[in-house]
């Protein structure tokens, strides 16, 4: 157990005395009064430094509520104060800011809810990726259910219309006990939610690996659009305005979900746990996101934040300090659930579906019509001041009196020791040439072996839960390289999301592996013809007190920061999720980087089914042997070691160059990124999603079939020729420096492999599609 | 004169901006009509589109029955006014009793998102009449209580009768009974489809533009009336 993290079987409620709502609450005079009283701040998840540190910046012991307050504001997740100094890189190495109009200007970046990205004709989007990942262990269907509602909140925060999800999920092993009860949980959990709400889900990920088992991933994006016009900060501003809390009523749910869950690690007794899990009502939530946008169309809203990890705490804090004012807050007239919840309790909530804005005076009663309108409660709570104090008062006394922003931004910021792991160079000295490669005879068995583990196989059984039409405007959906979207329907404009992280990879080597995964997931949205404009990330990994983890997370960070400076696309946001963990056992350390593109034209995207028959077909990019980390080296020799593929940051942008061109000039007819499991799994995929039923192909490989078939080498596409544009592609490859190869061509109802082996696609089709369904039913 | 096709809005509807984009392509106009509101806004026919009305709390469809725009709905379709209920929709329409029979949790009870093949078995209503007999059409069945279910004699009436506007070609993927997709009233002014026609009236963005035939059967019906 981490130090300072509280124990598995501690109940999550209010500090001490607090609980009950019945009994007087902790004052700020009372406090004053009894600075010795003993304070429960280790169960809260504070360290004894932490405490003294508050007490030193209040001059007093603080009350209960300010102490509860202040121990999910002050928490890992809510603070980043292991992570900070670290993610300083993101902005100190972006690339170079780019001009007005052009695509991909950042409008907002880090340190708000969601950066936003203008992607020209007036339009921008705002896209971000959060973690649920411990509440969806301790109760898969809600905690993943409310992992898209609070993301979707972030979203709306910033004025945008959320128009797609997408999620990244990482399980224990497919075959194993629990996956059965924590993988059908977190998918009817995103599904119910998600379809409730009416926002398509567009892709994602689905992995399984044996360090997930005690410690799901569940990563949820959203992707919002909004016009310039309509960007909104969280600022409280203007002495007098009003604070307005609207959407669901406060219960006694999640209370402490950003401390004691979030930012601990899994120790046993998780059921005790399950009161820190939020409860989610997408129907309030499809409510409020519809008041939203006509509050805001409307110009009631001065400020706005959404209600996610911390609740009313995060909120008042963060929008106080955001505006460099003052606020003052009656508890009392938070409308609750539960009437006796106290204030620490009212504080430390994380009742989902709940916003909250700051309304001038003479816009309430029209603010209050709105919200009528579309059913949705909406209380004046408190008031902005120009104090720069936060005060709360409950039955009359004062319980909180700070400044907002030694909540909200002076928090502790450590620097953790980080210490390259023990065992790191004789897992790299490991090499997978060491391990025995399949006789020519045994290629096909070898790509069916592939084809049909877990991660590898059709995702459909997952897929199909999720509504991926809804909107009208989805384009591209899983199992396609990356979703799409239609922005704009007259002029085609929209844009393409995929997200993408390997495990094995970042456990070999994190640096290496942040920047493999931020390549794949550029690379997925370059595949469809756009131009990657932005990222953001969800950093998964364990205890950051664990200086092995450390020194992984740090790794990461570098490598991704220096990634993204190199390809141009600055990181936007994102989220850090520590203590994923089992006892001392950290995950693989797995970065999650997801990738947003602008295509100027959806209806010249492309599919990555192959479309016509006698069409030409060509590998682009360079093959070498990269098996460390590989599918290959995993799947059928359960061997992780030797170095990830090399990284060629060069290569991914000439290839990105020449499918944006190539897409735009109509010079491809479809295109498929080659990652886990190399060209074999590629050429199959595309086979099964022929445009028209499955689609065959003759493939002639150059050189080793093995490596040619089976090497995870990054910086590659195979793509399918458009009638008569083989020069123009080769010229178009020339100028860029990428390397063509011709594969062969589209026919037939197989996939043959000259020399090698020739295989029914139906075969093909039907290996994959049976796998989930014969694990989950 | 332009056909005006009003689309409902009830809290928690999804696809009405669907609905009103396949009624615009389809050359009609489309007329916004608001749950809380009385009056049909001289609306010659009217969309119930997808979604999850008032969260499906309660039962699919049963609280929006009694919001009070429907309350100008029911007895004008009982007149005679062209009314399609899409999935969502389908469930209102059947709650309020202009549709018989029920639509229950699909088989396997999970939501399904699927493109399905349904056959058009009835082309005398003004929402089919575009199609042809027996005609094939893709569109996206997308719903977790999809499966549309009726005690034997109301199946039996059914047939007899022919409301069975459409049914699954290839079996029903949600155990809906007789593999029905889409029923109609005695009238057949009032038709109630699980899957969306809505969701298929571009390539780009669906399985292809079958469905589009829901709509300009009724714009065309519309103006020639």
Same mark, same amino acid.
Do not use: L, N, S
């Given at each position: 157990m981490s130090a300072g993290a509280s124990s598995g079987a501690q109940t999550p409620h209010g500090p001490g005395t607090a609980a009950a709502g019945t009994a007087a609450a902790d004052t700020v005079a009372a406090a004053t009064v009894t600075p010795r009283r003993p304070q429960p701040y280790a169960e809260l998840g504070l360290t004894e430094e932490e405490y003294q540190r508050i007490r030193a910046l209040l001059g007093r012991r603080p009350t209960d509520p300010e102490l509860a307050l202040y121990s999910v504001m002050w928490s890992e997740h809510c603070s980043y104060k292991s992570s900070r100094r670290h993610l300083r890189q993101f902005a100190d190495k972006a690339p170079p800011v780019k001009g007005d109009g052009e695509a991909g200007r950042l409008l907002a970046g880090i340190g708000h809810n969601a950066g936003v990205v203008d992607i020209g004709q007036g339009y921008a989007v705002t896209f971000k990726i959060e973690s649920h990942n411990h509440p969806s262990y301790v109760e898969p269907f809600q905690g993943a259910a409310t992992g898209v509602g609070g993301i979707v909140r972030d979203i709306l925060a910033m004025g945008a219309r959320p128009v797609a999800v997408m999620d990244s999920l990482r399980f224990g092993p497919a075959g194993a006990p629990d996956t059965a009860r924590v993988l059908p949980g977190v998918v009817g959990g995103i599904s119910f939610y998600g379809n409730c709400l009416g926002l398509p889900n567009i892709g994602g990920e689905l992995a399984f690996d044996p360090c997930y088992a005690g410690n799901p991933l569940v990563n949820a994006l959203c992707v919002g659009v909004m016009r310039h016009e309509d960007l909104r900060f969280a600022v409280a501003r203007g002495a007098g305005n009003k604070v307005i809390l609207f959407g669901a009523r406060t219960g006694p749910d999640g209370i402490g979900g950003a401390s004691v869950l979030a930012s601990a690690s899994f &120790?046993? &007794?998780?059921? /005790?746990? +399950?009161?820190s899990v939020q409860v989610g009502d997408p129907f309030m939530e499809k409510l409020l996101v519809e008041c939203c946008l006509e509050l805001g169309a409307a110009g009631l809203l001065a400020g706005i934040q959404d209600l996610g990890a911390a609740g009313v705490s995060c909120a008042t804090a963060e929008l106080a300090a955001g505006g460099g004012s003052g606020m003052t807050v009656n508890l009392d007239l938070v409308p609750l659930r539960d009437s006796s919840l106290g204030p620490a309790e009212i504080l430390m909530s994380e009742s989902q579906e709940r916003m909250m804005a700051i309304v001038e005076p003479q816009h309430v009663a029209r603010f209050a019509g709105i919200c009528a309108r579309w059913d949705v409660p909406a209380t004046v709570i408190g008031e902005v001041t120009g104090t720069g104090r936060l005060e709360m008062t409950w039955r009359g006394e004062v319980v909180v009196d700070i400044a907002p922003q030694t909540a909200a931004s002076q928090g502790p910021v450590y620097d953790r020791p980080a210490a390259r792991p023990a065992g790191q160079d004789a897992l790299a000295a490991d090499d997978p040439a060491r391990l025995p490669r399949p006789a020519p005879g045994e290629l096909l068995d070898t790509m069916l072996t592939l084809l049909s583990w877990p991660d590898l196989a059709d995702k459909t059984w997952v897929t199909e839960q999720y509504d991926r039409h809804v909107l009208g405007d989805t384009v591209l959906a899983a199992p396609e390289n990356a979703g799409v979207i239609r922005v704009d329907e007259r002029t085609g404009l929209g844009v393409a999301l995929a997200t993408d992280g390997n495990g094995r990879y970042s456990r070999l080597d994190p640096y290496a592996g942040a920047q493999l995964a931020l390549a794949e997931a550029y690379r997925n949205v370059a595949a469809t013809g756009a131009r990657p404009a932005a990222v953001t990330n969800c950093l998964n990994f364990g205890s950051p007190e664990d200086p092995a983890v450390m020194w992984q997370f740090a790794e990461a960070v570098r490598g991704l920061a220096d990634g993204c400076a190199f390809l141009g696309t600055p990181v936007t946001g994102g989220n850090v999720s520590f203590y994923n963990q089992t006892g001392d056992v950290p995950i693989h350390p797995t970065p999650v980087v997801g990738v947003l593109g602008v295509l100027?034209?959806? +209806? +010249?995207r492309l599919p990555l089914g192959f479309r016509r028959p006698g069409a030409g077909l060509v590998l682009l990019g360079r093959t070498g042997a990269d098996f460390g980390g590989s599918a290959w080296a995993w799947a059928v020799h359960g061997h992780l070691g030797g170095r990830p593929p090399a990284v060629d940051l060069t290569a991914e942008r000439a290839l990105a160059a020449v499918l944006a061109a190539a897409a735009q000039d109509g010079l491809l007819a479809a295109a498929h990124d080659l990652s886990d499991g190399g060209l074999a799994v590629a050429l199959a995929e595309s086979c099964v999603r022929g445009q028209s039923g499955p689609a065959g192909c003759h493939v002639s490989l150059p050189g080793d079939p093995f490596t040619m078939l089976f090497s995870e080498s990054p910086a590659r596409v195979v793509a399918e020729v458009a009638p008569g544009a083989e020069a123009a592609l080769a010229a178009l490859c020339q100028r860029h420096e990428v390397p063509v190869t011709d594969l062969g061509t589209v026919g037939g109802d197989r996939l043959e492999v000259a020399g090698c082996f020739s295989v029914a696609v139906d075969r093909l089709a039907a290996v994959r599609a049976a796998v989930l369904p014969a694990l989950f039913g | 004169m332009t056909a005006r096709v009003g689309i409902v809005t009830f809290p928690g509807s999804l696809d009405d901006r669907d609905a009103a984009r396949a009624v615009r392509r389809a050359g009609g106009e489309a007329v916004p009509l608001w749950h809380g509101d009385r009056g049909l806004r001289g609306a010659d026919a009217v969309v119930l589109p997808g979604g999850f009305s008032y969260g499906d709390y309660l039962r699919c469809g049963a609280i929006a029955?009694? /919001?009070?725009v429907m309350a100008d709905l029911v007895p004008a379709a009982r007149s005679g006014l062209p009314v399609l209920g899409i999935c969502n929709g389908f469930q209102i329409l059947c709650e309020a009793h202009l549709l018989p029979g029920a639509l229950t949790h699909n088989a396997g009870l999970r939501f399904i998102d699927r493109e399905v093949q349904v056959r058009i078995e009835h082309n005398g209503t003004p929402w089919t009449s575009g199609y042809g007999r027996q005609q094939e059409i893709t569109v996206v069945l997308k719903s977790g209580q999809g499966a549309y279910l009726a005690d034997g004699a109301t199946l039996a009436r059914l047939e007899a009768d022919g409301q069975v506007v459409a049914r699954y070609a290839g079996g029903s993927p949600n155990g809906a009974a007789r593999d029905i997709a889409a029923v109609t009233n005695p009238a057949g002014n009032v038709v109630g489809i699980m899957p969306h026609p809505e969701h298929a009236i571009d390539p780009l963005t669906g399985p292809g533009g079958d469905g589009l035939g829901f709509f300009t059967s009724v714009v065309r019906a519309l103006v020639a009336r």
């Open positions: &120790g046993g &007794g998780e059921a /005790a746990k +399950r009161p100027p034209d959806v +209806r +010249r | 029955r009694f /919001a009070p």
